[in-house]
């Protein structure tokens, strides 16, 4: 089965943090550019998040794929003290080609996927299909994100930039 992810980082060296995460990921396929984004909904000054989106293809089941996926964000010192806030890494399973979940713990696709642009922008690159899916209800212009590098200033305190370092992940 094919599941995609969504990889975030806000504390530290957050180039590191992915690397880690991306590093114990079994059954990689494929990793997106790297982006930068502005930080929702947390209750401290937060460093912005750099976010990728990832493609794997396993037969584990999505539960098991989640505590793995949780054993990992430990590793790399994640600690949950309380919603939203800062985290070392963060790893989201957005969607996967088993179809839907809707169980207490675990809701796929991401239930709010479709109103982050720092999820939406990534795995566009991926797959644009998907991406777009998701953006239920076309909110955003994810072409014209695929455009903006860090290159330009962010002119917004809500932001996504497409970083041109192509080989942060080499």
Not at 13 to 19: A, G, Q, S
Not at 82 to 109: F, H, K, Q, T
Not at 145 to 166: C, G, K, L
Request: proline share 6%; with cysteine.
């Amino acid at each position: 089965m094919t599941y995609f992810l969504s990889m975030g980082s806000n504390l530290g060296d957050r180039r590191k943090f992915l690397r880690l995460g991306l590093d114990q990921i079994p059954f990689l396929v494929a990793v997106s550019s790297l982006y930068r984004s502005s930080p929702m909904q947390m209750r401290d000054e937060a460093a912005e998040f750099y976010n990728i989106a990832v493609e794997i293809e396993c037969d584990m089941e999505p539960h098991l794929l989640l505590e793995m996926l949780h054993r990992i964000e430990e590793s790399a010192g994640r600690v949950r003290p309380y919603p939203n806030a800062p985290r070392s890494l963060d790893i989201d399973i957005i969607y996967w080609s088993g179809g839907e979940l809707n169980d207490s713990d675990l809701v796929i696709p991401h239930p709010r996927a479709h109103e982050r642009l720092f999820v939406l922008a990534p795995l566009y690159e991926l797959s644009p299909e998907i991406a777009l899916r998701l953006d239920l209800k076309g909110r955003f212009d994810l072409s014209a994100t695929m455009a903006i590098t860090d290159d330009e200033p962010a002119m917004a305190d809500s932001y996504v930039i497409r970083s041109s370092d192509s080989s942060w992940y080499s």
